[in-house]
């Protein structure tokens, strides 16, 4: 097989070759040329020392513990392809505290550098030159077969760094791929030392099979390997609860069919993680009411944002992120009966989420509909929720759209405060939505003086002339939002 790579990767791996090194792509690059995909980074391995490594391009930094040069491509045009990361071959020693290993080890050989990766598709190498291809584990038989297998023994591997369980993981969700039979009893075997992991690096892989195309399957195997119990148990507490008459499927089921659905829209992280933490409060909240004669969850968004708050926390997510996530769950119950709804219960909720969270509020409903089982993401009453949010956040046509105010015509004409002022407005807002060009303070100011010269009828003939016509234009701007949402 032979695969094109980036011109600033190709001569990253010549010059290391031309100076007599070995220099090959390894892990997540090769993985992801072979399998057609565009590598997210490059990663060079060598049997250059880190100090040779740097005196062969002329800017390069340390990058890491581990004697990674980061090589730099200042002209490069693609992200990726600014730093390729270059290290050098290396074995791990024991990993005492199944973090990280004790001491950092060079390698001479090739082979002892892909002992030391996770998984047989992240340690074969590739030389983008010659373009052979090392592969000690069968990994390209692996990805072939959409198989992620521990290199070597997966108890010791696992044993040696909990990460690799969220890792392995991760990449099933990823790729589509499952996990090899002992791999994965290994994985369940040694769930516990998730916990000796630091929680920035869980968050970041928790994150990406939030982010991957199937992270409804990949919660499910963080349940299944028992690894979610030190992630997210709160979302374990929804397995098995049945919910009201409306619903088919427990709280567990629906709450991952909704973060699905999102994923499935490409919505962005916070988006994903309030589909996935909506109904978070409901185990906790839920009571049988003899009336309804049905379960009821009240209070559930109120105790589901604090407990959302809460995981990310834990999670060390950013502020940001955390702040967000949590207005969404508080608010994801906003009530759409449309009889019932009126225009100042909409800015109520806009105000409540924040105007700037508002349409991803409607992205959150959307996925909880789908993961009720429900064929739309919105009908009618929604859409008619989303054009009255749109009315209530625009800049309604009024006077205060004018380049210049009350304040300025009275100084400019010397009036006093009374309806001639109210009037030259309106008179001024008709010529402006009569041509917008209008609207700057020396067309306006000259028209002023024009119209300070009418008298009290002919100024308020104008004045109502204007004001019909902002009727006029904000009706024709309703009508346009209502028909961008199908609606009456
Ligand atoms: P991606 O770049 O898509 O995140 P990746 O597999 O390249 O995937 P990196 O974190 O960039 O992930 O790691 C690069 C390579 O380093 C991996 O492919 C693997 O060979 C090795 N590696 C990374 N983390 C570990 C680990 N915890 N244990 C063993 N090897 C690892
Ligand atoms: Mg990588």
Redesign the pocket.
């Known amino acids: 097989m032979q695969f094109i790579v980036p011109k600033e990767i190709l001569d990253a791996v010549k010059t290391l070759q031309k100076a007599g090194f070995e220099a090959y792509l390894?892990?997540?690059?090769t993985?992801?040329l072979f399998m057609g995909r565009k590598?997210?980074?490059w990663?060079v391995t060598t049997n250059a020392t880190p100090e040779k490594i740097q005196g062969f391009f002329p800017h390069t930094f340390y990058e890491n513990e581990y004697g990674t040069v980061g090589v730099v491509n200042e002209g490069a045009e693609d992200d990726t392809l600014k730093v390729v990361e270059v290290t050098p071959y290396r074995i791990e020693e024991k990993y005492s505290d199944k973090r990280r290993p004790d001491s950092v080890v060079f390698a001479e050989k090739l082979e002892d550098d892909l002992k030391?990766?996770?998984?047989t598709i992240?340690?074969f190498a590739y030389d983008p030159v010659s373009h052979d291809v090392f592969d000690y584990f069968r990994g390209e038989q692996d990805l072939k077969d959409k198989i992620i297998r521990a290199v070597g023994n997966p108890k010791e591997r696992i044993g040696e760094?909990a990460?690799?369980s969220m890792?392995a993981v991760r990449?099933a969700a990823?790729l589509n791929f499952t996990v090899e039979t002992d791999t994965a009893d290994a994985i369940k075997k040694l769930a516990g030392n998730l916990e000796l992991i630091a929680k920035e690096r869980v968050e970041d892989e928790f994150s990406?099979i939030v982010m991957s195309p199937n992270p409804m399957h990949g919660i499910k195997l963080l349940h299944e390997y028992g690894l979610l119990q030190y992630v997210a148990p709160e979302l374990e507490e929804g397995i098995g609860v049945e919910q009201n008459a409306d619903h088919i499927y427990d709280v567990w089921e629906h709450t991952l069919r909704a973060l699905q659905h999102s994923a499935e829209r490409g919505w962005p992280l916070h988006v994903r993680l309030a589909a996935l933490f909506h109904d978070i409060g409901k185990p906790r909240t839920r009571e049988w009411s003899k009336e309804k004669n049905d379960w009821t969850f009240y209070g559930h968004d109120v105790v589901g944002a604090r407990m959302a708050k809460e995981i990310m926390r834990r999670l060390k997510y950013g502020n940001e992120t955390i702040d967000t996530v949590t207005k969404l769950v508080r608010w994801h119950m906003f009530f759409t009966d449309i009889d019932a709804i009126t225009l100042s219960a909409v800015r109520r909720l806009v105000r409540n989420v924040g105007p700037e969270n508002v349409w991803d509020l409607m992205k959150v409903r959307a996925s909880d509909r789908i993961g009720m089982g429900r064929p739309k993401e919105k009908p009618y009453r929604l859409r008619k929720y989303e054009s009255m949010i749109e009315e209530a956040t625009r800049a309604p046509v009024s006077v205060g759209m004018l380049a210049t105010g009350g304040a300025r015509v009275m100084e400019i004409t010397d009036e006093k405060p009374g309806p001639r002022i109210g009037w030259m407005l309106h008179a001024l807002l008709e010529d402006v939505l009569d041509d917008p060009t209008r609207n700057e303070a020396k067309f306006l100011e000259r028209r002023v003086r024009e119209l300070a010269a009418l008298t009290d009828d002919e100024l308020q003939k104008s004045g109502e002339k204007g004001k019909e016509k902002r009727l006029e234009e904000e009706e024709k701007e309703l009508a346009i939002i209502r028909k961008k949402y199908g609606v009456k």
């Open positions: 390894v892990g997540g690059c993985r992801d590598p997210r980074d990663d030391r990766r996770d998984f992240n340690a760094d990460l690799r890792r990449l990823e990406r």
